[in-house]
């Protein structure tokens, strides 16, 4: 296999948690329902970031990195290095807190000739070959990024994403009051082309986030990107499903479901 075809995952688990907060772990650890463990046996807890990494690695996913900050030592503690998930785990430091591109970027020297596979840690989505069809949209296609797109019920939480015939992404609206768009996106796979754009465009806007203080959104640089030509794919997940738990109303949604 070429270097550039080589599948990585890449995880940001650098936030705060202040949705759930006061909580007595990383919001990544919050047990999710029940597995049968390698050691342990049955009806142990399963820590919500885990669905992600299982999803990764059906994928093809052999190698995650995922994005730390200070302080959050508990997850790597957790999961060490991912040999009980199948799955080589590397952990590397957020630098600079302009938002989750920020962070994810940490990886660029490691990513940057690979095929990447994105999501975000709290967010629990089907179906389990989710991240498989987004990789043959993009082999199909040559699309520079591909969306994992759902439906959703509040848009104002979510980016919103407008899309033309085939699953061409339009535009994407990041976290609207209000929209009439069905589809959310939760999920992406990219190629380098998409790597790369995103390290030079993070680089381009520092000085001004610096100074306003904003941060950025994974959906504004897709939007950034498709302003500057690349090609965004989505598939839509019509009959799937995805929840974001890090909110205590769906975090008590997902305990009923996966209980």
């Known amino acids: 296999m070429k270097a550039s075809e080589n ?16 909580i007595p772990c990383s919001k990544e650890l919050l047990p999710i329902g029940f597995q049968v463990h390698p050691e342990h046996g049955e009806d142990h807890p399963k820590v919500v970031s885990q ?22 030592w508990d997850i790597p503690d957790y999961f060490g290095d991912g040999s009980q998930l199948n799955l080589h ?22 990513v940057k000739q690979s095929r990447v596979l994105f999501g975000f840690p709290n967010i629990l989505f089907e179906p389990g070959n989710a991240f ?29 994403v407008k899309l033309q015939a085939g699953g061409i992404v339009k535009s994407i609206h990041h976290k609207p009051e209000h929209s ?8 992406a796979c990219w190629g ?20 306003s203080g904003a941060e950025l959104s994974i959906g504004e640089v897709v939007q950034a990107a498709l302003n500057s030509g690349l090609l ?11 929840l974001d738990v890090g909110t205590p109303k769906d975090f008590r949604k997902a305990i009923k479901i996966l209980s």
């Open 132 to 160: 498989e069809q987004l990789l043959h949209k993009q082999k199909t296609t040559a699309a520079d990024v591909v969306l994992g797109c759902f439906k959703v019920s509040s848009p104002h939480k979510w980016d919103m």
């Open 192 to 211: 380098p082309r998409f790597t790369d754009f995103m390290h030079t465009y993070l680089q381009q806007q520092e000085v001004r986030l610096q100074s």
């Open 7 to 22: 599948i990585v995952g890449l995880i940001p688990a650098a936030g705060l948690g202040s949705r759930l907060s006061p």
């Open 232 to 242: 965004v794919q989505s598939v839509c997940f019509a009959n799937g499903n995805c």
């Open 51 to 72: 669905y992600l990494l299982e999803h990764m690695r059906r994928g093809g996913a052999s190698q995650v990195y995922v994005i730390l900050r200070k302080g959050k």
């Open 89 to 110: 785990l590397a952990y590397l430091l957020m630098q600079r807190p302009h938002g989750c591109p920020y962070s994810i970027d940490q990886a660029y020297a490691f």
């Open 180 to 187: 009439d768009l069905a589809y959310a996106w939760a999920i």
